[in-house]
């Protein structure tokens, strides 16, 4: 396994991250494809074993067992202190009043709660999951700042959000002396790549890292565009994330097949290395549910693609419309 910095901090992790939403509950939440913990915990032992130390869940993920299955997992197979976690607050888990955004009550309750659901007394990572236009900037910088400094988080994250927003919110901070975000997960792979545009150079400059989510596009680039899955069968996500340049997307995918063939190496390799190769790219986000896809994950450490293999694989790309915000 390789390790960098998180951005300009002295926090190592992996190159990978592993993400949490595919383990939970499924009859809880809205992601019926799930993992329960019983087919969770090998593939958390997998990944650590491996040498990742750096995973990320949320508290809506699965009506918060994802955080339980998470918590319980790590415990019994970490070091604490070698470990990160990384949890995220906004989306609501139920409906009602003051139930999720980025107030000042929903993050000072939420992260009590993702607390006991993990186990733990403090996050190393504590992310707002999406950017909230119904709160003032200030109260949420501000909240956060506080559970910093009562040590129930080491650091902050933010997560997909246009670049003003997101450079809006560090200028912000940086004005009142609160604690800085020192990472952004947002949405990049070959199917979606608007992230060139502000995004990451935004973040190289300020020294943010960055953290993808969806690197292989949920699935969509690790097999032939025809074939399906059971989570690409009930994901409302994917649908809307993709559907819209569906005939140049195919394109896209087709190239990372051919490059796969001819390396005889799969497809989720040759995705992934492309990733990982994007300047300012900390560790990508990995999903996985089955013991392949964190041994793929990991085989990509060491890919190295060539100058006009990366020309193929983006040569067929067209823009997006902003799509994960």
């Known amino acids: 396994m390789e390790y960098t910095r998180l951005g300009r901090t002295g926090l190592e992790v992996s190159r990978l991250a592993l993400g949490c939403m595919s383990f939970g509950i499924p009859d809880r939440g809205p992601h019926p494809w799930t993992l329960d913990e019983a087919a969770s915990r090998p593939l958390i032992r997998q990944a650590v074993e491996a040498g990742i130390n750096f995973f990320d869940t949320a508290n809506f993920y699965s009506d918060g067992t994802s955080e339980e299955i998470v918590g319980r997992a790590l415990r019994d197979f970490t070091r604490r202190d070698e470990t990160v976690i990384a949890t995220k607050v906004f989306f609501p888990l139920r409906e009602g009043p003051n139930i999720g955004g980025l107030s000042r009550k929903a993050i000072l309750s939420e992260i009590d709660h993702s607390l006991r659901r993990l186990g ?29 400094r009562a040590g129930k988080a080491r650091y902050i994250g933010a997560s997909s959000m246009a670049a003003w927003q997101f450079a809006t919110m ?65 994901d409302e996500v ?55 896809h964190l041994a793929d994950a990991i085989a990509a450490l060491s890919v190295t693609l060539s100058a006009d293999e990366i020309a193929t694989l983006e040569a067929n790309y067209l823009p997006h419309a902003p799509a994960g915000h």
């Not at 999951?129 to 501000?142: G, K, S, Y």
């Not at 604690?179 to 070959?190: D, E, G, I, Y």
Request: some cysteine; overall charge negative.
């Open 120 to 148: 733990t007394d403090y996050v190393d990572l504590y992310q707002i999951h999406r950017f909230d236009p119904h709160t003032p900037i200030e109260e949420t910088l501000e909240a956060l700042h506080d559970v910093v």
């Open 238 to 292: 994917s649908r809307k994330l993709y559907a819209a340049t569906e005939a140049a997307d195919r394109a896209v995918a087709d190239a990372v097949g051919r490059i796969a063939e001819a390396r005889g190496l799969p497809r989720a390799q040759i995705a992934l290395a492309w990733v990982l190769q994007k300047p300012g790219v900390t560790a990508p986000i990995i999903g996985a549910t089955k013991p392949h």
């Open 170 to 234: 560090l200028h912000t901070a940086e004005r009142h002396g609160w604690t800085r975000f020192v990472s952004m997960q947002n949405h990049l792979n070959l199917l979606y790549r608007e992230e060139e545009r502000e995004m990451l150079p935004l973040c190289r400059a300020e020294g943010v890292g960055v953290i993808p989510w969806s690197p292989l596009a949920r699935g969509r680039l690790t097999r032939p565009w025809d074939e399906t899955s059971a989570r690409a069968e009930t």
